[in-house]
């Protein structure tokens, strides 16, 4: 399977989660491609199986700017049967927690994406073991999902 990991990353925290997810799904055997959404054309993730959509949470609860460029180009789209999973990280400190990832599932939903049922949401970045092992079973969980999608059984 294909996928694309297309996140915004300020403090490198929520690169950090995407190469955790990375890693995981090349383990797996997926093709996965990687990239800042500020740095593709819109189009790019038509090719996919999966796309995972990450960003950092900006002020009181929005979606960064390079985001919301991103998520805008989207809407001249059509997503219809794309599936999607989205993560991102936040800071206990400002209001909204972790919002810009309820942004961007909501508007994914709402251009006919199937969107992952569970979102991963960081405290800043997967220092210890338990984050890292967070990001892990996300990723874990994303796959098995994709394989259900597809009538495959997992095989370890």
């Not at 383990?27 to 054309?41: F, S």
């Not at 960064?64 to 993560?87: K, R, S, W």
């Not at 990001?135 to 997992?154: D, S």
Request: aromatic content about 12%.
């Amino acid at each position: 399977m294909k996928a694309f990991i297309g996140y915004v990353s300020m403090s490198g925290n929520t690169e950090d989660m995407a190469n955790i997810l990375k890693e995981v799904l090349l383990a797996k055997g997926w093709d996965v491609e990687m990239d800042c959404l500020d740095a593709i054309e819109v189009e790019r993730i038509l090719a996919y199986d999966c796309v995972f959509f990450g960003a950092y949470t900006w002020g009181d609860g929005d979606l960064p700017y390079e985001a919301e460029d991103f998520f805008e180009e989207l809407n001249e789209l059509e997503l219809e049967g794309i599936h999607a999973a989205c993560f991102g990280s936040g800071d206990h400190d400002y209001p909204k927690f972790c919002a810009a990832v309820d942004i961007m599932v909501e508007a994914l939903a709402e251009k006919g994406c199937v969107v992952f049922n569970q979102t991963l949401k960081m405290e800043l970045n997967p220092e210890t073991d338990e984050d890292v092992a967070e990001c892990q079973q996300f990723a874990e969980a994303v796959y098995e999902w994709m394989l259900a999608k597809e009538g495959i059984k997992h095989v370890s």
